[in-house]
């Protein structure tokens, strides 16, 4: 049984608990989520952009089809809004 209490002498000696960050590493975090969401977000750009122009794909002798571009367009983007959610604490 648990008591929510934890003990630190049972923690080697530079392990941070989960609740122990520092400034720093909260720092590192949400840059890491900004730049996450920002290449997303250009992916996603760029899949709507190939969407609404009609540009042709193509892998070898495989053409892509547009409604791919779209279905690629709707992940990156929610995978660039929860990067930039996260960032801000908001997820």
């Given at each position: ?11 080697p000696?530079?392990?941070l ?28 750009l ?7 122009l009609?540009?042709?794909a ?11 571009s ?11 809004i929860w990067?930039f959610r ?6």
């Amino acid at each position: 049984m648990s008591s929510g209490i934890v003990c630190t002498m049972c923690v080697p000696t530079g392990v941070l608990l989960p609740r122990e960050r520092t400034v720093k590493q909260e720092n590192d975090m949400r840059r890491y989520e900004q730049v996450s969401g920002a290449l997303f977000a250009l992916i996603a750009l760029a899949q709507l952009s190939r969407s609404i122009l009609g540009l042709p794909a193509q892998v070898g002798s495989f053409s892509i089809p547009i409604w791919f571009s779209i279905v690629a367009f709707l992940v990156t983007g929610g995978l660039a809004i929860w990067a930039f959610r996260a960032s801000r604490g908001a997820a």
